[in-house]
């Protein structure tokens, strides 16, 4: 398993925070075997401060993490998390598209997708690209850069109901003269079209 993700992170350049994550626990039986031939036979004053936190809990401890968990879950709850303003959150642009009640499956600007997750919103594509596949990522890249001529053709294939693009971007002029489109809204951050 640990050569597995060695060669995954190594080959593709990717992965490296799932070894890093893994690796201590796949080894950590091998090493600490190893370790205990080296420490001396008494306990040290820190093992048995462990081994007494490693015991049943007790029911103040309990009541303290029942407090201290719905404590940060109001404080949740009443200041719920917000993104500021920047060049990837097209929150006004989204609130757009909800006070004209688009429906159906939105195509995105590879950008946005973690911002749309963020609000419900499920993406077309976002930066978990190595679920999609290359073939797919070339595909969309071709198309809202206007390489190919793809883009009708996959705003048809995955029945696009509405885009949301970054503004100044190719994927903006190729729907702004794709036939049966139009503009929604626009800022300096993002644009809209929707189906005619």
């Not at 997708?113 to 969309?140: N, S, T, V």
């Not at 883009?151 to 049966?180: C, E, R, S």
Request: net charge negative; with cysteine.
């Amino acid at each position: 398993m640990l050569l597995l993700l060695l060669h995954m992170s190594l080959a593709h350049q990717r992965h490296a925070e799932i070894l890093g994550l893994v690796a201590p626990l796949l080894v950590a039986e091998s090493i600490s075997r190893q370790l205990r031939r080296f420490r001396p036979q008494a306990a040290s004053e820190l093992d048995d401060v462990f081994a007494d936190l490693s015991g049943r809990p007790s029911r103040a401890g309990l009541v303290a993490a029942l407090c201290l968990f719905a404590g940060l879950s109001a404080v949740y709850l009443a200041h719920p998390i917000t993104r500021a303003p920047d060049g990837y959150t097209p929150a006004a642009a989204l609130q757009a598209a909800e006070d004209a009640h688009v429906t159906g499956p939105v195509m995105n600007d590879y950008g946005f997708g973690g911002y749309l997750i963020f609000e419900g919103i499920p993406p077309f594509i976002d930066g978990r690209a190595d679920l999609y596949g290359d073939d797919f990522l070339k595909r969309y890249v071709e198309a809202t850069r206007g390489v190919t001529d793809d883009l009708p053709k996959l705003l048809d294939q995955y029945h696009i109901g509405w885009t949301l693009f970054a503004a100044n971007t190719t994927a903006v002029t190729l729907m702004d003269h794709l036939p049966g489109w139009r503009r929604l809204y626009a800022d300096e951050t993002s644009v809209v079209h929707v189906r005619d």
